[in-house]
């Protein structure tokens, strides 16, 4: 049989630009040459695209038989180049449109979990033009967490303790997005569970971060080297269980596809599971957990990147089944 020609799209506009490189490295190195004939795509910081473009106008695809986009964050991870994607009718890893940005925008991603019962936490919403300090700490106390409501890696995120950190938070998460969002802090653990699949997703086993710093933030991630994991986490077997449970309802609330990184926060003084968010493009960094939890449970990082690929063909393959038309 001949090898799948696959376009492993990567870089992008987004302030993660330097992750989604190391993320394509990763998943480059993983494709099996046997099965698979690897065609890097780079988007440069300013939108260009090179070697060159596949994909200037829909069904223009140079042979190309599925994209895998590695574009973490704004333009890569919130539906905009899904829908590139699927106006030239090809398939592609991970999430579709309406997934992808509702999953991005934190403020309709926490509605929709809301909305299936899902447990997410208390927040409100601050515009830009609108900021409000007072109002946040008079609905929550302190400390508190304020993130731009569209963005990834924790670009932008603070926690304030005094009113003077809030205020100087919220002007800085309005550098990167119009609307704020700011969220009751919750005291206690991290985990991240990873998702795996379609119409039927299941879940890994969950790790738990253990960040070198007060919460983990992108230097924390990216570049301290000084944040742990384990899997599994130090938990009750049962809570374990209640994190894959509701991290797999997470997913389809969203209607994710693919592959999904649920976050979490366990609550301390309460023992609560928190929803934080979902991650429709999780890292594939060889530090990222996505690949390291489905590890731990026996799947192999090619594998998983081969299993990826799979669930875009099945996908596409059902939607070239329906019809637009009379």
Not at 1 to 29: F, K, N, P, Q, T
Not at 117 to 137: E, N, R
Not at 148 to 159: D, E, F, R, T
Request: charged content about 25%.
């Amino acid at each position: 049989m001949s090898r799948l020609r696959v376009a492993v799209v990567h870089g992008g506009r987004s302030g993660e630009h330097e992750i989604s490189l190391r993320s394509a490295r990763a998943v480059l190195d993983h494709l099996d040459p046997d099965r698979f004939e690897a065609v890097p795509l780079f988007i440069d910081k300013q939108g260009q695209w090179h070697p060159s473009p596949i994909l200037p106008e829909p069904g223009a695809n140079s042979g190309i038989d599925v994209i895998f986009p590695v574009l973490h964050g704004t333009f890569g991870e919130d539906g905009t180049i899904q829908g590139l994607f699927e106006m030239a009718g090809l398939p592609y890893v991970g999430a579709g449109v309406f997934s992808s940005s509702a999953s991005m925008d934190k403020e309709h991603f926490k509605r929709l979990c809301a909305e299936r019962g899902l447990p997410v936490i208390d927040y409100l919403v601050q515009h830009a033009a609108a900021l409000d300090p007072g109002a946040a700490i008079a609905r929550f106390g302190l400390p508190l967490f304020v993130k731009p409501a569209n963005l990834g890696s924790s670009v932008g995120i603070a926690k304030a303790h005094d009113r003077d950190e809030l205020a100087a938070a919220l002007a800085d998460a309005a550098r990167y997005d119009t609307k704020v969002i700011v969220e009751r802090a919750i005291l206690g653990q991290e985990l991240e569970c990873a998702v795996l699949g379609n119409d039927r997703p299941a879940a890994a086993t969950p790790c738990e971060i253990l960040p070198s710093k007060e919460f983990y933030d992108y230097e924390d991630k990216y570049l301290l080297d000084k944040a742990r994991t384990l899997i599994p986490p130090n938990l009750p077997e049962e809570t374990i269980q209640e994190v894959r449970r509701l991290a797999v309802a997470c997913f389809l609330a969203v209607e994710c596809s693919g592959m999904g990184r649920v976050d979490f926060l366990i609550e301390k003084a309460t023992g609560k599971v928190f929803i934080n968010e979902i991650n429709t493009i999780p890292g594939f960094t060889s530090i990222s957990m996505y690949p390291k939890m489905w590890e731990h449970d026996g799947l192999s990082f090619a594998a998983l990147v081969e299993r990826l690929i799979e669930l875009a063909l099945e996908r596409h393959a059902l939607r070239q089944s329906l019809r637009y038309e009379l």
